[in-house]
């Protein structure tokens, strides 16, 4: 359970985050709303490593576990879901910036 400081720190980090981008490397971000959908490609990947993970006895269980996975991804997969990310911020801008099915 994430308790209300924890909370406030999370939101404090990104303002920060995004104020050192925009002021020390003049790099401008997109306003994130925030009941958007993580756009990452990478997010996917891991939700499909979670759902083929095995329960593990140990940490290093999982490491190797993980390690394993991780390097047996498909490439095709991962390509498919770089490619897919057009299509995407499309449909998280038609929903107002909030969750889509896909």
């Known amino acids: 359970m994430v308790s209300q400081g924890q909370f406030s720190s999370k939101i404090m980090l990104v303002r920060i985050q995004q104020e050192l ?3 020390s490397y003049d790099f401008q971000t997109l306003p994130w709303l925030a ?3 993580d ?3 990478v997010e996917h990947v891991w939700d499909q490593l979670k759902r083929q993970m095995s329960s593990c006895d140990s940490v290093h269980d999982l490491e190797l576990a993980v390690q ?3 390097t047996h991804l498909s490439q095709d997969n991962i390509r498919c879901l770089i490619n897919l990310m057009p ?3 499309v449909a998280c801008i038609a929903a107002g ?4 099915c896909y």
């Open 39 to 41: 756009l990452f490609p």
């Open 68 to 70: 394993d996975l991780w």
């Open 87 to 89: 299509d995407r911020v």
């Open 35 to 37: 009941r958007s959908p």
């Open 21 to 23: 981008l925009e002021t």
């Open 97 to 100: 910036g909030g969750p889509k």
